[in-house]
Each structure stands twice: as structure tokens, then as C-alpha cells.
């Protein structure tokens, strides 16, 4: 059974499609077909021994060049229309099936960052292509999820949680795609005791205040609470002494 193979490639380039048949083929009847968006299978290249190599579709006309060897095709200044399957048959046989896919190249990353207290969230992104895989690296080591460190949204954010005195250096996020990998670095500086980003101190949430807010809230509510029972208390012997000052009189004018 023949396998099938997918070879990456951005608009303009040269992608070399490799059948990887380690026999020669300069004795052989090689054929090269394609099969497009059309759906049409068509032939690109007919190669026999001794015979002028030909060329009989359009498309792809004085822009292939075949590995006699090998059997390897190099499709030349590809475009859109050059996207899909790529059959190789030699002496007659299936040999091998390559899938041509274009891939935007990502354009350079950078990196957002939020630090609030001791918690530093660097947030590593492109504007055009699609990312594959992402990495993170502290001076040159490579970072993993762990108590201190935690990779979320596939890996493209990174949480240093509790920065510390040991944290300062170069981080650097490695973005990929088949087609290309662009590399974006951040520093990291303690100033002081209190972390700060590239010389700007974080955030503070300000814990004090916020426990003197609370403080007064729960004063407020145990005032109005206490004017509450106070006022059930003594509304109902006023309405009770009202209504036997009533009940009297008009026994009284009876």
C-alpha cells in the first residue's frame, strides 16, 4: 500500500516533492500526475530513457524540474492553483502520493503582559499565520507546567506566579508553522522587593484598602440590621396599645 505525504509550501516558493525511492530510476518510465481542485487528474511530467523528457499540461509548463535519479520533483514559483495531489507512477506501478499544502509565513510575535502583585501573565501572539506550536524559554532553558509556571490557550500565555528574586532574565516564546518560526524575547527585572516589567513596578490590588472596605460594609450592615430588630420590637406594643385605647372608648360610649 502507498503511503501518502504532505509537503508544506508558501506562494512563491520551490517545494521539492520526494518520493524517497532509494532505487535509481534512470532505466525506468516515470510519470508525474496531478490532481487539482478540479478534481481532474492530469499528467505534468512523462519521463522515459532516452526520450526528451515531456511537459504536456500548461499549468505547469517550463516550471518542473525532475530528478532523473531519484524520481523527486521540484515544482517551481508555486502558486494557489498548484495546491493538491501529486501521483508518481514508475514502469507502471503506484509508487508514491504527496499532498501540496500552502501555509501562510507568521509575521514577527510580540508579547502583551499584565502584572498584578507577584503574578505576571506574558501573553505571546502574531498577527497573521497560524501558529502550530508554541514554546517558552527562560535564558535559553526551556519552560514547563508546573506550581510556579503555567502554560495556558496552547501554550501562548504564560503565568509566573509568586515572581521572586530568581526570576529575572530573558524570556523568549518560539512560535511555529511548516513554513516558518519566528522567535519574540521579554526582560524581566526585580526592583527591590516588588517585581517590575522591562522597568514599569506591577500593579498593586491594594489588600488594606480593600479590608478597610469591608470593614465599614460589615459595620453598615449590622447598624441597619440592629435598627431593623429594635423597630419589630417596639412597633408591635405601640399598635397593641392603640388598639385597647380604642377597644375602651367604644365600650365606653356603648
Known sequence: MVGQEEVPAVIGSSPLLDPKIRAALGNSDVIWEFIGSDANLVTILDYAPDITTEEP???????????????????????????????????????????????????????????????????????????????????????????HYQLVQNNSTLIIYETNKSDPGIFTCTMENPVSKKNCSFSLSINGDSPSVNGKECESSKPANNLRAIVIIVVMFLIVAFSIVAFSILCPESGRGAVTEDTSGSMRSR
Not at 499532498?99 to 505576571?120: H, Y
Not at 505571546?124 to 532553558?141: E, F, I
Open 57 to 147: 499540461n500548461e499549468q505547469f509548463k517550463s516550471r518542473l524540474h525532475f530528478n532523473e535519479s531519484t524520481g523527486a520533483l521540484t515544482v517551481m514559483n508555486v502558486t494557489l492553483s498548484d495546491k493538491g495531489i501529486y501521483i508518481l507512477t514508475v514502469n507502471g506501478r503506484l509508487k508514491s502520493r504527496i499532498i501540496l499544502k500552502f501555509f501562510e509565513p507568521l509575521s514577527e510575535p510580540s508579547i502583551n503582559n499584565t502584572c498584578v502583585n507577584t503574578t505576571i501573565t506574558l501573553t505571546c501572539q502574531v498577527r497573521t499565520g497560524k501558529v502550530s506550536s508554541v514554546l517558552w524559554w527562560k535564558d535559553g532553558k526551556i519552560i514547563t507546567n508546573g506550581q
